[in-house]
């Protein structure tokens, strides 16, 4: 069974520092990651996927994200935090064909 | 460019009372809809999922049934809420060929 790991509760960086939120995953075959941030009261909002192709993924909001199979991780970066990337933060896994898995979450609070 | 709705935003309701969550989407065809529960803030629990119309899958036994009257409409319903019931549900879709998920705003209910 496929299964995804976020190993902190909560991260918190200072505003203009570089941002990682780790991620790491367990699937048998190819695995297919995203991640989602998610704002007080919202819905989620996709930021980037990986499915194939260059392990380093850009996405929305300046966001990255790096995937090593060898480490089976997947983490979420940004080199300068602004205090707007304050959120909840969800990494999720799946295969062709197989439903989605999310994290718990890390909330990230960026202080001024 | 396709939007997906959900209504009502906020809902309070008694123990007991009948629910009805209404999802829609908008701008594609033939979208795969998803509904989840997402309770205090953190991680999400899926609920339903539908490949088409009037195909429901369940995940979780209990006491929320899901129903897809037409192609982009999905609909969350119970006969008699639970106290337990409460928390902030979301809908979302994806497309047959891509594997991301795209979702609504949420409701939040509340059952007192």
């Known amino acids: 069974a496929q299964s995804v ?26 695995p297919y990651l995203f991640w989602y941030v998610q704002y007080p009261n ?8 990986y499915i194939t192709g260059d392990n380093l993924v850009k996405g929305s ?10 480490q089976t991780s997947f983490h979420l970066k ?14 999720a896994v ?10 718990k979450g890390t909330r990230l609070h960026i202080l001024p | 460019s396709q939007t997906i709705h959900q209504w009502p935003a ?8 009948p629910l009805s969550l209404e999802c829609t989407v908008e701008g594609t065809s033939n979208p795969n809809l998803y509904w989840y529960r997402q309770a205090a ?12 119309i009037g195909q429901i899958s369940s995940e979780v036994p209990q006491n929320l049934s899901a129903s897809r009257p037409q192609d982009r409409q999905f609909i969350l319903s119970s006969k008699k809420l639970l106290l337990s019931d409460s928390g902030f549900y979301l809908c979302a879709w994806s497309s047959g060929t891509t594997y991301e998920q795209y979702f609504g705003p949420g409701t939040r209910l509340t059952v007192t």
């Open chain 2, 41 to 52: 803030g953190r991680g999400l629990q899926l609920l339903f999922y539908s490949v088409g």
């Open chain 2, 10 to 17: 906020t809902l309070v309701q008694p123990v007991g009372s």
């Open chain 1, 5 to 30: 790991a976020q190993p902190e509760d909560q991260v918190n960086v200072a505003e203009g520092n570089p941002l990682t939120v780790k991620c790491t995953y367990s699937v048998s075959g190819n």
């Open chain 1, 94 to 103: 799946t295969k062709k064909w197989d439903k989605i898995i999310f994290g």
């Open chain 1, 78 to 91: 940004k080199p300068s935090a602004l205090v707007s990337d304050s959120a909840l933060y969800f990494c």
């Open chain 1, 42 to 49: 919202r819905g989620l909002q996709f930021l980037l996927k």
């Open chain 1, 61 to 70: 909001y300046g966001f990255e994200a790096e995937f090593n199979k060898s």
